[in-house]
């Protein structure tokens, strides 16, 4: 007889004692959770999750930023299936699988073939990891070991490993852990807003631009590398930039001899209407990490592509101490590289049909609606990103932090079919690339309610 699987899940309310009992959730403050209900997802299709009462939600937070075609799609299903029934796991340490190949080819693609080399990693703190480590070395090896020196910028965000703290904004997320996070210079970056293709804040980025240079200038030559999230830092609460601005670092950064570290674990995939923000600004960096929407949301794996000519700094006698010592157990897994594969496969006609586009644009204008209200302090939206600032009414005390209005709304709109996540004061909407205008048009509906529910 066989005995593969459990015989029953637990129940609802069995499943809540459960979770009370056994688990402990990321980001979560669990003193809260625990006294809130809580919402266990049992399936899911396209952008909506079902729960184990068969309640649909829209996911209006693509699984923490990561679904780009929707849940259960079959093409990738069976993409996947199709790979299982070959193999589930082999380690690319001194091993390989066509699958990890096949997707790297077509990695290259994505920069034209100038960043011909993919190291796999499997989440997006650990593609960033891998970055910062290889730009490190690479100066080493180069005879340039006074190259160690890291630039990011304020608001920064790029994983919650210790060198991504470190590159990292010192945020409430992250300060208590300073002693223990190497020295990184924050630059400032320009204050641009828009929503719905309007300007809401214009920043030109020079003054940014030229502190940058200055450091540069003074610096230059102990920097190893500068680190960005390109056009929209998602986890600052989606902080724009204007176009053009990436390109302009690079180019400094080109000119001052200090790698240039892409980070579009978020952006990447077509969140902002293209594959890549390097893409849609003709960018070409040293590095480019990507994670979150490589495996469509469907499974863990991220990558790290970079140039040959890095690479080969990297080629040496084993005796050399040149080999990159770095590696993780599921690096490039087959099974996330065949999701991949297909996903890549359909992004481009779904990005080329104009539907995201589409889309975005009603979400954006949708949201600037929210604009009015007294406690709405600022409203943002760049493709299928987009942010609500809420805060307390002009003339009013500001919000004590233990009031969590944002998170408030957030329950209160799965109430109304939505899932959302907050960011201190902030909800932050981050769909599923393929969401449909009407699925945009009930996010907006359900989002309205909630925070009618929850501000009067
Ligand atoms: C820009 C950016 N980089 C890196 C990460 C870290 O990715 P992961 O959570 O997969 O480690 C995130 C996660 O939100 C991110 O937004």
Excluded at 318 to 326: A, D, E, N
Aim: proline share 5%; glycine share 8%; charged share 15%.
């Amino acid at each position: 007889m066989s005995s593969a699987l459990p015989a029953t899940l637990p129940t609802p309310r069995g499943l809540d004692e459960a979770d009370q009992r056994f688990a402990w959730h990321p980001f979560t403050q669990m003193q809260e959770y625990a006294g809130n209900p809580r919402l266990h997802i049992a399936r899911a299709e396209g952008c909506w999750l079902i729960d184990q009462a068969g309640q649909r939600y829209l996911d209006g937070n693509a699984s923490i930023w990561t679904n780009v075609h929707g849940h259960n799609d079959p093409d990738l299903n069976q993409a996947l299936r199709q790979q299982l029934d070959q193999v589930a796991h082999v380690t690319l340490l001194g091993l390989n699988h066509p699958t990890a190949t096949a997707l790297a080819e077509q990695l290259a693609g994505l920069t034209g073939g100038a960043l011909p080399r993919c190291f796999y990693t499997d989440n997006g703190a650990g593609a960033v990891e891998v970055a910062l480590k290889l730009s490190f070395q690479y100066w080493q090896l180069k005879g340039r070991t006074e190259k160690t020196g890291v630039v990011s910028f304020v608001g920064a965000y790029h994983g919650d490993t210790f060198g991504t703290m470190a590159v990292g904004e010192r945020s409430a997320f992250h300060a208590r852990f300073n002693p223990w996070l190497f020295p990184v210079q924050h630059m400032p970056v320009p204050a641009y807003a828009e929503c719905a293709g309007r300007v809401l804040k214009s920043a030109d980025g020079v003054a940014e631009l030229q502190a940058l240079e200055d450091l540069f200038k003074k610096s230059a030559s102990r920097l190893a590398c500068l680190i960005l999230e390109p056009r929209v830092q998602g986890a600052a609460g989606m902080q724009q930039q204007p176009a053009g601005w990436v390109r302009r670092v690079a180019e400094l950064c080109r000119r001052y001899e200090v790698h240039f570290i892409l980070d579009e674990v978020f952006t990447g995939f077509g969140r902002l209407g293209t594959i890549t923000v390097a893409e849609a600004e003709s960018v070409v960096p040293d590095f480019l990490c990507l994670a979150k929407g490589l495996a469509a949301g469907y499974l863990p794996l991220a990558a790290t592509l970079t140039s040959e000519s890095i690479y080969e700094a990297f080629l040496g006698d084993y005796s050399s101490g040149r080999t990159f010592f770095h590696g993780h157990t599921f690096s490039g897994n087959p099974l996330g590289c065949a999701v991949a594969l297909a996903s890549l496969q359909k992004l481009r006609p779904l990005l080329a049909s104009g539907r995201p586009a589409e889309s975005a644009q009603l979400l954006g204008e949708g949201l600037a609606r929210f604009a009015d209200h007294c406690n709405v302090h600022a409203v943002r939206q760049l493709g299928l990103t987009a942010a609500i600032d809420f805060g307390a009414a002009a003339g009013e005390p500001a919000w004590h932090l233990d009031a969590r209005t944002a998170y408030r709304i957030c329950l209160a709109a799965r109430r109304q079919g939505l899932v959302l996540r907050p960011l201190g004061d902030a909800i932050l909407m981050v769909p599923p690339i393929i969401i449909t205008p009407a699925e945009v048009r009930h996010l907006l509906q359900a989002l309205q309610a909630a925070t009618a529910e929850v501000l009067h």
